[in-house]
């Protein structure tokens, strides 16, 4: 009957809800600030990227919300099994989340420059790249939310398909910067905005781990034939 | 030469020194345990956990035949092995069995005599008599239970004298001073108070070089700060039985899950 079945306390359970809340609605912020982040650079709307900048503080007073939230339930419940699993990977996840929140930020700092300049049509390189990175963060937050184990182990194949991506976009702006000209710092840019979604991309691949440790408590960091494993098990399993 | 001591280690700690084969126990036509099954290896300490009248006590008092001073009650079906002797067989004594299955309760209870007298009064019956060879074995206990310091200069005031946690902790000493193979503890430190609580648990740890524990338990953080092994038992029968950190990380049964993360109905 677990996890749905109710606690003897009915606190433990609010506490509990309270946490999963707070990642979610902190998930659900950090994918917004990530989005206008990227539509602030391909728009080049500069108030769009001083919103990004402002709003990741909200970010960070989630993670401190869940890193106390968390503490509190250690200290007055003791949980243990899945229940001890969900307060430590919420507060993981939480870190993980904070970071794509900073790559964010970066984002938009650089679009709010880029936009002060004409438009570089290099910019489009951008979007299928920040498309894939998206889809990952989407589905790692999913994995965490349903405990959903196979989709949790899946993200590391998915993550080789932006690393693939964000290698091409390099290879493309750095042979443009060798071949001179005014937009070099742009340039330069674009290569540290594909290297932030390329980051998120293996920020979201820790929060699928944090979801089949939270699932299954199965640790697979650094683990690519256990991940493999799950990944083909459930797929299997259909 | 050192591989071969280790391995040799190795070995002996993987004996097995209880083995619980097929047990049901009844009081009268009641049935308290069900085809248990189960077994205890050398100085690992093993926690029963589970809700009153699961039957973890029950089984606890099986292998020293504690039960048999209860009328009416018995094993029914199936066998239990101390270091490979059937308890049960004839050639096995009762008093002897409990003087190698040495036991602590839930409240201590010292005799009416004094601290020494309490220690010695095993070794007397099992006839020890020279005084200065009692003196050894009342130290060593002592020593042992970490109490020596608290109480070597009063040896010959009354056990009731002490505290509640310091006479815990001479019940220990007094259970083995016979020098026992396994200790069995029914919530040994439900009636003390934290420190005191933290002082036995840490007797507990020092102990399992020596002795093979069983310790009863309603609570769950002291299973999990002193055993290596935990057995989950509900409604007479045994659910789970694995390692400690395997049961209060991942449970395997959800009915186990379900008690220790408090959430039973």
């Known amino acids: 009957m677990h996890p749905d079945s109710p606690h003897i306390i009915r606190e433990f359970d609010e506490a509990i809800s309270f946490l999963r809340r707070e990642v979610i609605a902190m998930a659900g912020q950090t994918r917004l600030n990530l989005e206008r982040a990227i539509q602030a650079l391909l728009e080049r709307d500069i108030d769009r990227c001083k919103i990004v900048i402002a709003d990741d503080s909200e970010v960070d007073d989630l993670q401190r919300s869940i890193d106390s939230t968390g503490m509190d339930i250690l200290v007055r419940f003791h949980p243990v099994a899945s229940d001890l699993r969900l307060v430590i990977s919420s507060m993981k996840v939480a870190a993980n989340l904070e970071r794509i929140s900073d790559h964010a930020v970066n984002i938009a700092k650089r679009a709010k420059k880029m936009a002060k300049r004409s438009e570089l049509s290099y910019v489009k390189l951008i979007e299928p790249v920040y498309a894939v990175a998206d889809k990952i963060l989407r589905d790692a937050v999913a994995a965490y939310t349903d405990r959903n184990i196979s989709l949790g182990a899946s993200l590391k194949e998915r993550d080789k398909e932006l690393d693939r991506l964000h290698k091409n976009v390099i290879a493309t702006l750095s042979a443009q910067l060798e071949e001179g000209g005014e937009r070099g710092e742009d340039l330069l840019h674009l290569i540290f905005v594909a290297r932030s979604l390329e980051r998120t991309g293996d920020l979201s691949v820790n929060i699928g781990e944090d979801a089949v440790f939270l699932g299954s408590a199965q640790d697979i960091r650094y683990d690519r034939k256990l991940a493999a494993e799950i990944d083909d098990e459930d797929g299997a399993d259909g | ?265």
């Open chain 2, 1 to 265: 030469m050192n591989d071969m001591v280790q391995t040799q280690t190795k070995a002996e700690k993987s004996r097995a020194v209880i083995e619980v084969d097929g047990v049901d126990f009844c009081y009268g036509t009641a049935r308290a345990l069900k085809d248990i099954d189960l077994t205890v290896r050398a100085q690992e300490i093993l926690a029963f956990i589970g809700p009153s009248g699961c039957g973890k006590s029950t089984l606890l008092r099986c292998f020293n035949r504690m039960n048999d001073l209860v009328h009416g009650a018995k094993v029914t079906k199936g066998t239990i092995h101390v270091n490979g002797a059937e308890i049960h067989s004839p050639e096995v004594d009762p008093v002897e069995l409990r003087r190698r299955v040495g036991m602590v309760f839930q409240k201590s209870n010292p005799f009416p005599r004094s601290i020494y007298e309490n220690v010695a009064y095993g070794p007397r019956l099992s006839g020890v008599i020279e005084e200065r060879e009692m003196d050894g074995i009342v130290e060593k206990a002592l020593r042992e239970s970490a109490l020596w310091d608290e109480v070597k200069d009063r040896l010959h005031e009354s056990a009731f004298g002490l505290s509640g946690g310091q006479q815990q902790r001479l019940c220990i000493a007094r259970a083995i001073a016979v020098k026992p193979e396994i200790l069995l503890m029914d919530e040994p430190c439900s009636a003390l108070d934290p420190i005191a609580t933290a002082k036995v648990e840490e007797l507990i740890l020092e102990l399992r070089r020596e002795f093979t524990i069983v310790i009863v338990t309603h609570n769950m953080q002291q299973a999990t700060r002193v055993s290596d092994k935990t057995a989950f038992f509900y409604l007479g029968e045994l659910v789970e039985f694995g390692s400690t950190s395997a049961i209060f990380s991942n449970p395997k049964k959800p009915e186990t899950e379900d008690y220790i993360s408090g959430r039973f109905g």
